[in-house]
C-alpha cells in the first residue's frame, strides 16, 4: 500500500501563489502515475493534473498557471499554483496510482484545504 501526506494549503489572495506537496510513504515502488484533485465547494471532485514517466497533462482550468512536478527521490509530488483565483478555492487531494501483484490500485491523500479571497 501507499500512503500520502499533503501540505502547504492556505489562505491566499486572488493573483498569488501557493505550492502544495504530497509525500508518499510505503510501496513507492510500484507507484505509476501521481496526479492532483481538487473539490470545489458544492461540486464534485475534479481532476487537475497529472505527472507520469516525466509527462504532465493539465485540466484547462489551471493550464499555464498550475505546475505538477514529481520528485521520485524525495517520493514527493508538487503542484505549484499562480495567478490563483477566488474559483481555485478548494480542497486539494493527491492520488497516485500503483501496481501490487498485478492489478491497479488508487490512494488518496487526506486532503489540503486552499482558499483564494481577499
Known amino acids: 500500500q501507499v500512503q500520502l501526506v499533503e501540505s502547504g494549503g492556505g489562505l491566499v489572495q486572488p493573483g498569488g501563489s501557493l505550492r502544495l506537496s504530497c509525500v508518499a510513504s510505503g510501496s513507492t515502488s510500484n507507484i505509476g502515475s501521481m496526479s492532483w484533485f481538487r473539490q470545489r465547494p458544492g461540486l464534485e471532485r475534479e481532476w487537475v493534473a497529472v505527472?507520469?514517466?516525466?509527462?504532465?497533462r493539465y485540466a484547462d482550468s489551471v493550464l499555464g498557471r498550475f505546475t505538477i512536478t514529481r520528485d521520485n527521490a524525495q517520493n514527493t509530488l508538487h503542484l505549484q499554483m499562480r495567478s490563483l483565483k477566488p474559483d481555485d478555492t478548494a480542497v486539494y487531494y493527491c492520488?497516485?496510482?500503483?501496481?501490487?501483484?498485478?492489478?491497479?490500485?488508487?490512494?488518496w491523500g487526506q486532503g489540503t484545504q486552499v482558499t483564494v479571497s481577499s
Open positions: 492520488r497516485v496510482t500503483y501496481t501490487t501483484s498485478g492489478r491497479e490500485f488508487h490512494s
Open positions: 505527472v507520469r514517466d516525466n509527462n504532465a
